[in-house]
């Protein structure tokens, strides 16, 4: 337990940009910005942290996945919580309306001041298709030894067969399943094949309880682009945000 509080204690500096520990080497790469947002590429020893990574179009970010970050941080008791914005989700080839930078912004606002929660731009550095078995296979590398909680909605896992390499990907993570307001409930089912039974077990063990949020990103984009209010949807700088740029002005 010392130890866990050491490693987030060298976490915190990381992002304060004070340098490192002795039990979290990290290497920085060109293009560490501002406070709670990661740089693309650093090296740390993490052996047993628990490592939330929480993916996802946040087009824009809305208090259903504050809800989410904040009650698996709770429940999993996480050393630190990576939102990792898609460049383009494979199920969704549309891609999303606001731009990377926007969607970058809408997180940055909605976490600051959340200390061990921060902004991780991977996917949007490596640009195309976002592919979470390469997002975990590199976090894999740069953080040795940590456990990592991959945080999905129930609509995510219904959709899981279909994601790239998904057996690779359920080796690797422990999964974090939320159920999302308006659906029915968790199945997990749907990994029947993909992973084994003890695995599946461990998931179910690790399902995030908090009260049902019916809230989506696309309801914001359609309030947003009709003018309807969206006060409590998002987070009051969000909302500021959204509506100062005009982000889903039709
Ligand atoms: N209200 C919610 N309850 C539970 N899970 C949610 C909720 N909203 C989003 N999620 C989950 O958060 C992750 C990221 O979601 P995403 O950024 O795509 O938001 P969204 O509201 O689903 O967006 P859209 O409406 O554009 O599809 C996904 O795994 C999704 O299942
Ligand atoms: O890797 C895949 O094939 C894959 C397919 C669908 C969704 N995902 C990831 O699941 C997360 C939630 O997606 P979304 O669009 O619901 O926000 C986000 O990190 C996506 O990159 C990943």
Redesign the pocket.
């Known amino acids: 337990m010392v130890k866990r509080e050491s490693e987030r204690d060298n976490f915190e500096s990381s992002l304060a940009g004070e340098g490192y520990g002795p039990s979290s080497i990290a290497i920085p790469q060109p293009g560490f910005s501002t406070l709670n947002t990661l740089p693309s590429a650093m090296i740390h020893r993490t052996p047993e942290m628990r490592i939330g990574i929480f993916?996802?179009?946040?087009?824009p970010v809305?208090v259903?996945?504050l809800w989410?970050a904040e009650s698996a941080t709770e429940a999993l008791d996480l050393d630190r919580l990576l939102w990792i914005p898609t460049a383009t989700q494979p199920l969704k080839p549309g891609g999303p309306v606001a731009t990377n930078e926007q969607r970058v912004e809408m997180l940055r606002l909605a976490i600051a001041g959340r200390p061990g929660h921060a902004v991780d731009q991977r996917e949007l550095h490596r640009a195309g298709v976002s592919y979470t078995v390469d997002t975990i296979a590199e976090l894999e590398r740069e953080h040795v030894g940590a456990e990592l909680f991959l945080i999905?909605?129930s609509?995510?896992l219904a959709s899981m067969r279909r994601w790239h390499q998904p057996a690779e990907l359920l080796s690797r993570v422990t999964l974090a399943v939320?159920?999302?307001?308006g659906e029915g409930e968790i199945d997990f089912s749907v990994l029947e094949g993909l992973v084994g039974d003890d695995r599946i077990e461990r998931f179910r063990r690790c399902v995030i309880k908090m009260p049902l949020?019916?809230?989506?990103?696309?309801?914001i984009r359609n309030r947003a682009g009709q003018g309807s209010s969206i006060r409590h949807r998002v987070p009051r700088p969000v909302e500021v945000y959204i509506e100062a740029n005009g982000v889903y002005r039709k």
């Open positions: 993916g996802g179009s946040f087009d809305h259903g996945h989410i999905i909605g609509d995510s939320v159920r999302r307001g949020i019916e809230i989506s990103s696309s309801e």
